[in-house]
């Protein structure tokens, strides 16, 4: 049975979508609560969490958050972060991982009902379960308590609306996680493509708005502009550059003159923004499916773009984009049925006995090879051409429809191969 085999993914594919036994849920509820209460126990739990909290401790103290150069965040986060401030340290403790992996569930969830996969499916459950237990950045996320799990629950919930002609509600949900951490910047773009400028109008109005209020509240907010804007577009320093896995940082550190590198790192950004360019306007009909292949697919090559050339870019980053990539899987021609994809998430895979030169201060190398690895495959995949032919389509958790509005399935020209 060949990888690529369309009749063989359909039979994968119609097993996973089938109801997950109890014990499945069981076993998956574990692994989740075990990844959890270990990080709540560790002693550098919640520690990306603590420069947030530490912002909100500052501003109802009387002094401006941005004293601390690692407070990197809007106005808004401040007054986001103040229920947090007021939480007693052992409280927080077990709420912060809790709280981590509600958010990644969140996003898991609004993936797969954007391809229409029962939330009860084992893709559903097992595929939840086997993330937090071989995906290395996941278990660090819920251990340092980052905020990109926002942006994490946040893009595929508003690509689930906004699928469902719910545009301005998308908007308010990227805006409200723009407002907590400015990640999903980029994804503005997608509203542009669609032109849908009320949606924009609130992604944008929203964040601006919390961050005057909260700018209000502090004392000296200009320093936003004036301290923290410059470290954050130098790259930070030190502390930050052996987590950093954007091509701009890590390139220089395997001995690439800084100057390439940055040249290679915006090239490569911007085959990306032009495949986002060529996938939005492909045919949807191409897709054989309503559209939702397409919206994902665009909105994880603009956020990947973003990752090139953003300093810094941090492992847990991919967790925004690798939920909708996987839940597509049951689309035919989706990343998910390239081998190429499983491989080139290797290198975060947890469990593999690495040489110590590519553990702890050097693993953004490992990182940056999955980062640019999965930006240069969707790349492919948005750029490759295509032909439609008529056969029956069966959508995910739906039975099979055969009328002649839902008969286009893709194919590569000349084969129906992945890749």
Not at 65 to 89: G, H, Q, W
Not at 178 to 193: D, G, Q
Not at 337 to 357: D, H, N, Y
């Amino acid at each position: 049975m060949k990888w690529d085999s369309p009749s063989s993914w359909d039979r994968r594919v119609e097993w996973l979508l089938r109801p997950a036994p109890r014990s499945w849920r069981a076993v998956g509820l574990v692994i989740l609560l075990s990844v959890a209460v270990s990080a709540s126990l560790r002693a550098n739990w919640g520690s990306d969490n603590a420069f947030v909290v530490k912002a909100a401790d500052a501003l109802l103290a009387g002094v401006s958050p941005y004293e601390d150069k690692r407070f990197l965040y809007l106005p808004s986060a401040v007054i986001m972060a103040i229920p947090e401030a007021l939480l007693p340290t052992p409280l927080l403790r077990c709420v912060l991982p809790l709280g981590m992996t509600g958010l990644v569930g969140a996003g898991w969830w609004a993936a797969l009902r954007l391809f229409s996969v029962p939330v009860r499916s084992r893709l559903a459950v097992g595929g939840l379960a086997l993330f937090a237990l071989a995906y290395k950045p996941y278990a660090n996320l819920v251990l340092i308590g980052n905020w990109t799990a926002i942006s994490v629950a946040a893009l595929p919930v508003a690509l689930l609306l906004a699928h469902r002609r719910s545009w301005g509600t998308a908007g308010l949900v990227v805006g409200l996680a723009i407002a907590c951490k400015p990640m999903l910047v980029p994804v503005a773009l997608l509203f542009v493509l669609a032109r849908q400028w009320r949606g924009l109008a609130v992604a944008v109005g929203v964040p601006v708005g919390l961050s005057l209020a909260g700018a209000l509240l502090m004392p000296h907010p200009m320093l936003f502009f004036t301290k923290t804007l410059p470290f954050l577009l130098q790259g930070q320093d030190s502390y930050a550059l052996p987590w950093d896995a954007s091509p701009i940082a890590a390139l220089p550190r395997l001995g690439v003159p800084e100057p390439l590198a940055v040249v290679l790192s915006f090239a490569a950004a911007a085959c990306g923004l032009w495949a986002v360019w060529r996938r939005w306007n492909r045919p949807v009909v191409l897709d054989g499916d309503g559209g939702e292949l397409r919206l994902a697919e665009t909105a994880c090559m603009v956020m990947l773009s973003a990752f090139l050339v953003s300093r810094p870019s941090f492992d847990h980053y991919l967790l925004v984009v690798l939920p909708l990539l996987l839940a597509s899987g049951v689309r035919a021609g989706s990343m998910p049925r390239s081998p190429w994809f499983w491989v080139a998430l290797v290198p975060q895979t947890a469990g593999i006995p690495w040489p110590s030169e590519f553990e702890h201060k050097r693993r953004a190398f490992r990182d940056m090879v999955t980062l640019c690895s999965l930006a240069g495959l969707l790349v492919w995949r948005s750029l490759r051409p295509g032909r439609v032919i008529l056969e029956v389509v069966r959508t995910a958790g739906s039975p099979p429809r055969t009328d002649p509005e839902c008969t286009a399935a893709p194919v590569d020209a000349g084969s129906r191969t992945a890749f």
